[in-house]
């Protein structure tokens, strides 16, 4: 007869707790949150653009709350987070090859990184001009 | 003489005998050159012979020695005990596979799933629905041609990249890293014809869409075989079959 009776381990919640490089990558992903709520009071504003200049400076207004500053700052941080992270990873998923070898993976994240530079700039020259 | 001594703790699971794993403390006397593996052999020699554990050929090349030093996975053959010294070394085997005994894991999930993504070359067929015949030649294959797939071929099977992954620990019906990486390395040979086949694989909520590319699998990874990167150019194909799927479908 077998004695075979193979024992399964439980995942504890808090795996990625355990962890540096998880609970880094659970950071990534949480900053999707603070993303989606900066983008939802941006949405906000645009709908209260619409509803006239009063509606709008209000909105304006619940900006200057130290609190909405405060999320505004921890938001960043994320976004940064995020987009740091995100562009070091990037080299894996492009498959660039000049003359039989692969794009450095330097090239890439360089690559990004100016885009990135450029797109920023233009924003900001529209939004001050 | 004045011996130096590290502590290793093991975790132990004897089928016949016992509920639950529990951890054992051995004494090794420590040398800088001794490797977790002969720590192990030295252990099972001379301190205590019912323990288990896989090996085979000490030089990080059949791939069965994986097991969890200080909660990374690791080959016991290449992970040395002059990085840990002089604090103490817990080993345990292989995360999110069942323990079969001690440091012994059930591979079957993972050896099936190596199976399942058709690990070998898909020759083209002709219009009667034949391959190449012998007579004809051999397939051609170009240096540049090879390096395409090279990376992703040096995998030794020792599957530490599942015992890294969360999605794997998370849901078991996920392809995985090893496995999906072995279908890219076969789709992206020149010699093969299966892709159209081994996309069905890809495509699927389990397939390369079970990965949120946490990226550990390639950390431990003891080859340098990237299967993240696999993974990631894997989600690129996907993307391409189901744009292509809308405007021609099959
Ligand atoms: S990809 Fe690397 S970590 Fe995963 S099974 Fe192959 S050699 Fe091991
Ligand atoms: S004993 Fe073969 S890989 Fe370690």
Redesign the interface.
Known sequence: MS???????E?PTD??M??L??TK?MLR?GSSVLISIYSLILAWGVLRLSQGEVAFNGWLEALQNPFAILLHLIALVFALYHTITWFS?A???V?L?IK???LDDKVIISGHYAAFIVATVLCLLIITL | MNQKIIEIDILR?R??EDD??FTQTFDVPYSADMSILEALQYIKDHLDSSISFRWSCRMAICGSCGLMVN??PKLGCKAFLRDYFPKRISLEPL?NF???RDLVV?MDDFINKLEEIKPYIIPEKNEAGDKKCLSEGAYKQT??QM??YRQFSMCINCGLCYAAC?QY??DKKFIGPAALTLLARYNRDNRDAGSAERMKIVNQEEGVWGC?????C??VCPKGV?P??AI??L??ESSKDYLIGMFKPE
């Open positions: 004695k075979r009776k193979p024992y399964t381990r995942l795996w990625w355990k962890q490089f998880y990558y992903e990873l080299p894996k998923a498959d090859w039989g070898k692969r | 699971y089928p016949e639950h794993p909660g990374v995360a069942p323990i079969e059930v240096p540049e390096e395409k969360p620990a998370l949120t590319f946490v990226g550990y390639s950390v990237d993240a990167a990631q150019l989600k690129v």
